[in-house]
């Protein structure tokens, strides 16, 4: 078996274990940087799959553009609570 499909199957393994933890763990700030880390997993997957494009677009907008949505919303939340 090759090396970087080894490589590649752990790294789901991580993603799917991290994913579930998303869904498991309670302060909303620790999942939106899970999910984050999710996605930068991800873009590491599709550049051991050999495709280098869908990985940088993960990486810039999954992993980079989300998580500063979630965090500005979260912040424009708890500041209209007050």
Known sequence: MNIT???ALILAII???MAIAVLV???IKTAVLVSGVVSLLASIVYLLLASPDVAMTEAAIGSGLTTIIFFYVLNKMRSSDV
């Open 15 to 17: 993603i799917v274990t």
């Open 25 to 27: 763990v309670k302060k």
């Open 5 to 7: 499909i080894v490589f």
